[in-house]
């Protein structure tokens, strides 16, 4: 009778590990899209940051340099640069801000689909479930 009732189970048992085969394959091509979605924000990030960096320069209580031929500087065209710096600054802080948030919520897509993952390859398979009589 045992028998009987494993020749029945062995045919869904083959057919659950089938169905198991094809999900994992979606699951992980899935995971590596956004695998490559997430490396390519992680290098605009990383552009971005050596942009940031390249323009942090302090502004204030730094002499500013001097003009060329010793023509007299023009307060409003200092103070107007000195803004722009800031502002830009500030965009390139946002934009980071933005990219960060972008890769960690790609990051919380990947969390369940990793779970899944696991869990399909940790499932026993159709010769393991079967008792040996």
Same mark, same amino acid.
């Given at each position: 009778m045992r028998r009987l009732i494993y020749a029945l189970l062995l045919p869904l048992s083959f057919a659950a590990a089938a169905d198991n085969g094809t999900e994992l394959e979606r699951l992980?091509?899935?995971l590596n899209m956004l695998n490559q979605?997430?490396?390519?924000?992680y290098q605009h990030f990383q552009m971005v940051?050596?942009?940031?960096?390249?323009?942090?320069?302090? %502004?204030y209580g730094? +002499?500013? /340099?001097?003009?060329?031929?010793?023509?007299?500087?023009?307060?409003?065209?200092?103070v107007?640069?000195?803004?722009e710096a800031i502002q830009r600054r500030e965009a390139l802080s946002r934009q980071a801000d933005a990219l960060l948030a972008k890769y960690n919520e790609i990051e919380a897509l990947k969390e369940p689909l990793q779970a899944r993952i696991y869990? %399909?390859?940790?499932? +026993?398979? /159709?010769?393991?479930?079967?008792g040996g009589d």
């Open positions: 992980s091509s899935a979605q997430q490396q390519a924000v940051q050596e942009v940031r960096r390249g323009s942090a320069r302090p %502004l730094m +002499p500013a /340099p001097s003009p060329p031929d010793g023509q007299i500087v023009n307060y409003d065209a200092v107007a640069a000195q803004s869990e %399909l390859t940790l499932a +026993p398979g /159709p010769n393991d479930r079967l």
